[in-house]
C-alpha cells in the first residue's frame, strides 16, 4: 500500500479483522517503527490488535523501511502531515493508495472502520476514522506531530519516546526553562549520536532504489544534520540552528496543540531518552486538564523488558502489563468497553518477586510527584550526611581533562560494549557517601543537587572552551560495588561558576538496599559524552547549603 503524498511514499500493510463489514464496521490503530526499522517490526503488535477487533495499518515511518523522503525526526511537517494522510485513508478516502509504487492500481476505498460524525474541535472533518496510534521510540514521537495536525485522531499511546530532542541528544541538566529544554545546550551523547547516525545512514544505503536521490550528500538525513553530527563529535558542541530545528519539531514546542487522551509509558532503563522526557510531557498535558496517564516500564532503549511487563516480538495483553493497559486503554478511548483506563500513575520496581504478569512489581499513585524529600548535605571532603545533622567543613578538589576526554569509566550506551568495573581517573572527580544505610531506601522520581563551585570564570569563552560537569548518582553496596543507577549521568554546562547551580539529575526507580551507601559523584568527563574542551581546576565546599534532595517513597 502506498500513500501518494506531496513529496513522498509511505509503504504499509493492512490488517482486517474476521468479520468486519461495511455494517459491522470496526475502529482503527495507526502504527509505525522506531529508528531504521519498519512496518514489519509492527507486524506482532498489528496481528494483537487486529485479533482484538480492530482494522490495523502499520507503516514505514519517512526514510525507513521502504517509504520514500530522507529522515525528518518525526516533525509535524513532513511526518504528521503523511500519518495525517493515512487517517485519512482508514476514514476512507479514494486516490491515497495503490497496490504498486507505480500509483497505476488503486486499492480499494477501506469502508470498514468506524466513523466519528465531528472531531476533536468539536467540527465535522471529512473522512473521520475512529482512530488510535500506538509505536515506540520513532514510532512514539509521531504520535504526537500526527495528533499535532490532525484533529481526527482519538487518542495515542507513546512509548520510549522524546519531548525535545535538542535534549535528548546533548542534555543540560541546570537552567531548564519549561520542562527539560534549556537556553544553553549541555553535553553531547557521543554513543547514540553515532549509533542514530549509523542506523539512518545504513537504511538509507538498503533502500536506495525507492528514493535514489537520499544518497546525495549525507545517505537518508539533511546535510546539516550530518555536519552538526560530525562536528559534535570533535567540539563537543551542536550547531544551534540545528538544535533549535530540533526543538521545533518536538513534542516540546507544540505540546499545547495536544489535547486527546494520551497514555505515555517511559522506561526505567533508558539512557537516551530518560523518565524526565516522559515527565516533562506528562506535566504540560495535565496542566491543561488533557486526559494523560503514565507508566514506568521495567526496559528501554538500554535494557530488556522484564518477563510479564512488555514484549514486541510477542505482545500479550492477557500476559503483559503494559500491553495490558495499552490495549484497555484502545478499548476505552475507541470502543468505549473495558474495565477503565487504569490508574494515574504507575512505576515498575525491580526488587519486587513475582510470577506470571508483572502486575505485583508495580505501585501506582494518583500522582507523578511521589514519596517525600529527604535531604542530605555535603560532609567534609567526601561525607554526605543528613541534613538535619551537621555537616563538617572541608573541600573537595577536581580536575576537568582536555579536549572533552573520558574520565569515568561507565558502561557504554547503545554500544551493547561489556564495561569494565565503573571507576574514575584519579584528580578529575570527586564523590560523597553515606554511612551504610540501617534500611532500604526507595527513590522515584528526579533528585536535585544545589551546588556551589569555584572554578575560573569562563562566560565569557567559546561555549566549548565553558565548564562542564557530570553528576550521577551511585549505589556502592557491601562488598564496595559501585553502580551508577540506572547507568544515568547529568551533564552541567556553567558558564558563570559564580553562580550557585539547581541540577535536577534523571528519574529513577531504584532501591539503595540496607547496609548500602548512597553516593554522589561530581566527574569531570564520562565514557557516553563529550565534556569541555578546556581544563579547568573546580573546588566545592562542603556545606548546609550543599544539598542533595531525593523523592523518597
Known amino acids: 500500500m502506498h500513500n501518494s503524498g506531496p513529496r513522498c511514499d509511505v509503504i504499509g500493510d493492512l490488517y482486517v479483522p474476521h468479520g468486519v463489514s461495511p455494517t459491522k464496521r470496526a475502529p482503527a490503530i495507526l502504527t509505525t517503527n522506531g529508528f531504521s526499522g519498519s512496518k514489519d517490526d509492527q507486524a506482532p503488535l498489528a496481528r494483537m490488535f487486529a485479533a482484538r477487533g480492530y482494522v490495523v495499518l502499520a507503516y514505514s515511518g519517512l526514510g525507513f523501511g521502504g517509504s520514500g523522503c530522507r529522515i525528518t525526526f518525526d516533525s509535524p511537517t513532513p511526518d504528521g502531515d503523511a500519518a495525517s494522510r493515512l487517517v485519512s485513508y482508514l476514514g476512507g478516502a479514494n486516490g491515497i493508495a495503490f497496490r504498486d509504487a507505480a500509483h497505476t492500481m488503486p486499492a480499494p476505498v477501506l469502508d470498514v472502520v468506524q466513523r466519528d460524525s465531528v472531531d476533536h474541535r468539536g467540527a ?280 572533552g576526554l573520558p574520565t569515568s569509566h561507565d558502561k557504554p550506551d547503545a554500544l551493547g560494549l561489556i564495561s569494565a568495573p565503573e571507576r574514575d581517573v584519579t584528580g578529575t572527580f570527586a564523590q560523597w557517601d553515606t554511612a551504610p544505610l540501617p534500611a532500604a531506601v526507595d527513590v522515584v522520581g528526579a533528585p536535585t543537587l544545589q551546588l556551589r563551585v569555584r572554578a575560573p570564570e569562563t562566560s565569557s569563552a567559546a561555549l566549548a572552551d565553558q565548564l ?21 549521568v547529568a551533564p552541567v554546562r556553567i558558564s558563570n561558576p559564580h553562580q550557585p547551580l539547581t541540577i535536577t539529575l534523571p528519574a529513577v526507580v531504584h532501591r539503595f538496599g540496607p547496609g548500602h551507601r548512597l553516593r554522589l559523584v561530581v566527574s569531570g568527563g564520562s565514557t557516553n559524552y563529550r565534556g569541555g574542551m578546556r581544563s579547568i581546576p573546580v573546588s566545592i565546599d562542603a556545606g548546609p547549603d550543599q544539598t542533595l534532595r531525593l523523592p523518597v517513597v
Open 124 to 403: 465535522h472533518s471529512s473522512h473521520d476514522p475512529r482512530v488510535g496510534m500506538i509505536g515506540g521510540s520513532y514510532g512514539g514521537h509521531i504520535q504526537f506531530a500526527a495528533a499535532s495536525v490532525d484533529p481526527r485522531i482519538d487518542t495515542i499511546v507513546p512509548m520510549a519516546t522524546w519531548n525535545d530532542l535538542s535534549y535528548s541528544l546533548s542534555p543540560n541538566n541546570t537552567g531548564q526553562t519549561v520542562g527539560v529544554s534549556t537556553p544553553t545546550q549541555g553535553a553531547v551523547k557521543l554513543n547514540w549520536s553515532a549509533t542514530l547516525v549509523a542506523g539512518g545512514l545504513v537504511s538509507g544505503v538498503q533502500h536506495a532504489a525507492v528514493d535514489p536521490q537520499r544518497l546525495a550528500g549525507c545517505p537518508d538525513f539533511p546535510a546539516a544534520v550530518c555536519d552538526a553530527l560530525v562536528q559534535s563529535a570533535t567540539t563537543g558542541t551542536v550547531d544551534p540552528s540545528i538544535l533549535d530545528e530540533f526543538r521545533r519539531g518536538s513534542v516540546a514546542s507544540f505540546l499545547d496543540r495536544i489535547t486527546i487522551p494520551t497514555l505515555l509509558v517511559q522506561g526505567e532503563q533508558d539512557t537516551l531518552f530518560t523518565l524526565r522526557e516522559a515527565l516533562a510531557t506528562h506535566r504540560g498535558l495535565s496542566a491543561r486538564g488533557v486526559p494523560t496517564s503514565m507508566i514506568w516500564f521495567s526496559g528501554g532503549h538500554s535494557g530488556s523488558p522484564a518477563p510479564g511487563d512488555l514484549s514486541s516480538d510477542k505482545p500479550d495483553p492477557d500476559g503483559q502489563y503494559v500491553m495490558h493497559r495499552a490495549a484497555a486503554w484502545h478499548d476505552h478511548y475507541l470502543k468505549g468497553t473495558g474495565t477503565g483506563t487504569g490508574p494515574a500513575f504507575a512505576y515498575f520496581r525491580n526488587w519486587i518477586d513475582y510470577r506470571g504478569i508483572a502486575t505485583p512489581a508495580y505501585a501506582t499513585a494518583t500522582t507523578v510527584d511521589v514519596g517525600n524529600r529527604e535531604e542530605f548535605a555535603l560532609s567534609g571532603v567526601n561525607g554526605l550526611v543528613p541534613s538535619s545533622s551537621t555537616p563538617r567543613r572541608g573541600t573537595a578538589r577536581l580536575t576537568t581533562p582536555p579536549a
Open 468 to 488: 562542564v560537569l557530570f553528576t550521577r548518582l551511585v549505589d556502592v553496596d557491601a562488598a564496595g560495588v559501585s553502580t551508577t543507577v540506572g547507568n544515568l
